[in-house]
């Protein structure tokens, strides 16, 4: 019989085996890394969705250069704005809805409450923003963003960015 092989026990089997380089696979593949959680003292990278008198809301796209697949929530309270003179900042003259921001995780969130966050020191702050014009706001001290186009002055907390946080 074509296709016939002997069984161990001596017995035919009949029909056709194809070899086992034709015989499908399967396999399980999951991610090669499991969801990047924050983690207190990270630095993280975060966008601000918006602002009111006593706090930033953010969404934190990467931790420290590594992307998050989705984003968390995270909060910046008006006194882990700035390290001096805490009593005296004011939320809209540190963030603007759309900006980009450098942070700290000072407290670790849940499903229900936000990632705290601190910018609290001077390589934490705003590292990308726009202005009204829509230009790329340009720093020009600690507390101030000039645009390019209508030389226009907005107030920030400007981060003092260090070499190792910036993507070529």
């Known amino acids: 019989m074509p296709g016939a092989r002997l069984a161990p026990s001596g017995s035919k089997l009949t029909g056709h085996v194809p070899p086992a380089w034709q015989l499908p696979v399967v396999s399980v593949v999951r ?8 983690d207190v003292g990270a630095i993280v990278t975060c966008k601000v969705c918006s602002i009111n008198s006593r706090f930033a809301k953010v969404h934190i796209l990467y931790v420290g250069s590594t992307p ?8 910046i309270r008006r006194e882990d704005i700035r390290a001096t003179e805490r009593d005296k900042v004011e939320v809209y003259k540190s963030f603007r809805p759309g900006d ?3 942070a700290k995780v000072i407290s ?6 936000n990632y705290l966050l601190s910018t609290a020191e001077n390589e934490l702050g705003v590292v990308v923003a ?4 829509g230009a790329r706001l340009v720093p020009i001290s600690w507390c101030e963003m000039q645009c390019p186009r209508t030389h226009t002055k907005e107030f920030r ?3 003092r960015v260090q070499p190792q946080f910036l993507q070529t």
């Open 100 to 102: 980009i921001v450098l």
């Open 108 to 113: 670790l969130g849940d499903a229900q409450s």
């Open 157 to 159: 907390k400007v981060a």
């Open 130 to 133: 726009h202005g009204e014009a």
């Open 68 to 75: 998050l697949k989705s984003a968390f929530r995270g909060t």
């Open 31 to 38: 991610d090669a890394e499991a969801q990047l959680l924050p």
